[in-house]
């Protein structure tokens, strides 16, 4: 009996050794890919499925918010709800939790991957980010690798500015925008309100220069701009959302250069002293003063006030004038650095002081600058008389679409492989160095009316974000190079819930195909993003000017537009037309794409227009802007046309025929 049970027993460890053994020697799955990356990954064995409807548990009612937030992305990635609740966790929860760690920071955190997903975070902040983690992990796979993440920024200021001053910029791409920089862990937004644009493109003339306030103001009735503005009360709401995804919204009302809407509002605020234009204010003029100190005691002022970032960014850049006026740009800037803190923010300016050299003392306890140009601002001096900085150098993260200066789109290789917030414009200040807060990139709309839409906005502003988000959280401590970051990036794509690139898929293919397309129908697809060929058949009907073909709430796609009766599209105010009409009885087949720098009109096979840039002059030629005529393309609804559209075939990429 002994001797048959002790054969038994060999036989069993014979049969599990090869287990074993494999199991001991398996390989520890390797650091996800994730952007940013994560700063510290200890890989285990094999992987976890989460159940279909899993369980977002959370260990502090501080946490519910957060857990609903993710909920919600969770079932935008996956289309099914996870519940929520406070308790106990088992297997193949979710669970949240927070707890001390003095390693992990402020917004450091810690992700386990085991039996269940467990996070935890000294901070709400750090559980934010660990949940945008996941949905990056669960958007490249729904099997999740067992290991454990430890990370956290190199920095805390991880930031984009946008101008809404010289384009208006919709709040409801502004949600789209936080939700995207959630996901990539930014969390700064700067709104730049106010701006004007240059008077040689309006006939030499500020009187016709564009110029914008985009704030609802009541205190001086008239002073918001009449082409888009926020109210106070859904500013108010956009700020507490951000807020609730980790995002800081950071207002600047920029004084007092930069101020067209407010002089012309108030003409005798404008500068007089021959050197500077209508766009700055005068220094000298008691009206300049109660002018401001009204302004920002509606949005920073009481119980309520409008803007509720503890930050708050009063502009001071590109001031002119000579060295005593440079001393009142002083004074003027210190004025309001300290009126900012009577109100219980954070003072932040754009760096001016060595440009602005000379004696008058400007507060910098306490002050936050943008080191944007070292002419304006040297940032090893700055850092000297004690300014906190942000990185936001002009020569490396500055977007101003199709100026003909700066970036159109940034350089994301040389950003990834040369830049870190403390390289500023070449000068290199310690990494982490403890006054230096972060790093930025912008966009500056120079151009008004030069064609770009809020959707080439977004494009340039997808095309760098993963880069940036890395930068600024990783700083130097990049382990891919930039090809195998390049290579990977596309599967993250934007936030869950969000597609304002309108990109359907990573590879080339055909993402609608239709036998017809029937009068005043709903299409199954909204729209199409760059790059796209949309075609079809039609047979032509008699049709009156303004008869869609296919339209969204941004875009139309007219079969006559309304002007020539020609094909054609508009967005954002903007009709294009081609170079062809479709007459009763002619049966064509109609190829239409685009790309982010045109739109190509095919009919037969053979090219009939090309919506490329163009250029406009101005000032007898001496100016001259470029012209964008881009297109999302709109599917969503079919208009009611008499013509028949039959074969519609919607493809990601342009096709060769």
């Known amino acids: 009996m002994k001797h048959s049970l002790l054969t038994l027993a060999l036989a069993i460890i014979a049969f599990l050794s090869p287990a074993l053994s494999s199991a001991k020697n398996a390989a520890a799955n390797p650091k996800p890919f994730t952007a940013p990356e994560l700063r510290q990954w200890k890989g285990g064995v094999g992987v976890l499925t989460l159940p279909q409807s899993p369980v977002i548990v959370y260990s502090d009612t501080a946490l519910a918010p957060i857990a609903e937030a993710f909920a919600t992305q969770y079932k935008a990635l996956t289309g099914t709800t996870p519940d929520t609740r406070l308790g106990k966790t088992s297997q193949g929860d979710i669970y949240l939790s927070l707890k001390a760690d003095k390693h992990l920071g402020a917004e450091g955190y810690r992700l386990q991957i085991g039996k269940k997903v467990e996070i935890s975070a000294p901070q709400k902040e750090g559980v934010i980010w660990a949940t945008q983690t996941l949905l990056q992990l669960l958007r490249q796979s729904s099997q999740l690798p067992v290991g454990t993440a430890i990370d956290m920024p190199d920095y805390p200021v991880r930031g984009f500015m946008i101008d809404a001053g010289r384009k208006y ?143 708050f960014h009063i502009g001071t850049d590109e001031y002119q004038g000579d060295s005593l006026t440079m001393e009142k740009f002083r004074a003027f800037t210190d004025r309001y650095i300290k009126s900012v803190k009577k109100y219980g923010k954070k003072p932040l300016i754009w760096g001016s002081l060595t440009h602005a050299k000379g004696h008058t003392p400007v507060e910098s306890e306490g002050v936050e600058m943008y080191l944007w140009s070292n002419d304006y601002a040297k940032p090893l001096d700055m850092i000297g008389l004690g300014y906190e900085v942000v990185s936001i150098p002009d020569g490396w993260v500055y977007i101003v679409p199709k100026a003909g200066y700066y970036y159109d789109y940034l350089n994301n290789r040389k950003l990834y492989d040369e830049w870190t917030p403390a390289n500023i414009n070449g000068v290199k200040v310690e990494e982490r160095h403890p006054q230096l807060k972060g790093g930025m990139f912008a966009v500056w709309n120079d151009h008004p009316g030069n064609g770009i839409t809020v959707r080439d906005i977004h494009h340039r502003v997808m095309h760098s974000l993963p880069v940036l988000a890395t930068k600024t959280w990783n700083g130097a401590d990049v382990s891919l190079s930039y090809d195998d970051f390049e290579k990977a990036a596309p599967s993250l794509g934007e936030a869950p819930g969000v597609n304002y690139l309108a990109r359907f898929g990573n590879t080339p293919a055909t993402v609608l195909e239709l036998a017809e397309v029937a009068s005043g129908s ?26 869609v073909l296919f339209q969204t709430p941004e875009a139309t796609l007219w079969l006559s537009d ?90 990601n990429h342009i096709t060769d025929r």
């Open 169 to 311: 910029i919709p709040l409801d791409y502004l949600y789209k925008l936080v939700d995207d920089m959630a996901y990539y862990k930014m969390n700064r937004l700067h709104v730049h309100l106010n701006d004007n644009g240059f008077k040689y493109y309006f006939d030499d003339n500020w009187d016709k220069t564009q110029a914008a306030f985009r704030m609802e103001c009541e205190r001086f009735p008239g002073l918001t701009a009449r082409d888009g503005s926020y109210g106070k009360d859904e500013y108010r709401a956009f700020q507490k959302y951000a807020a609730s995804r980790g995002v800081d919204i950071v207002s600047e009302i920029d004084v007092p250069a930069h101020c067209l809407a407010l002089t012309r509002y108030m003409p005798q605020t404008a500068s007089a002293d021959g050197r500077n234009d209508r766009d700055h204010l005068d220094l000298d003029s008691p009206a300049t003063y109660r002018m401001l100190d009204t302004l920002l005691d509606e949005y920073l002022g009481g119980a309520n006030p409008v803007f509720t970032s503890p930050r």
């Open 522 to 547: 709903t299409l199954p697809l909204e729209e199409i993003g760059y790059d796209y060929t949309v075609e079809f058949d039609i047979e032509g009907a008699a049709e009156n000017k303004g008869t």
């Open 562 to 651: 309304p002007i020539t009766g020609n094909m054609g599209y508009s967005r954002e105010g903007y009709l294009n037309s081609f170079r062809f009409n479709i007459l009763p009885n002619e049966r064509h087949h109609v190829r239409i794409q685009g790309t982010n720098r045109t739109v190509s009109l095919y009919v037969d096979g053979r090219l009939v227009d090309d919506m490329n840039e163009r250029w406009v002059s101005y000032n007898g030629g001496k100016n001259k802007m470029a012209q964008v005529r881009t297109l999302i393309f709109p599917l969503r609804n079919a208009g009611h046309f008499r013509s028949k559209v039959s074969n519609l075939k919607v493809s």
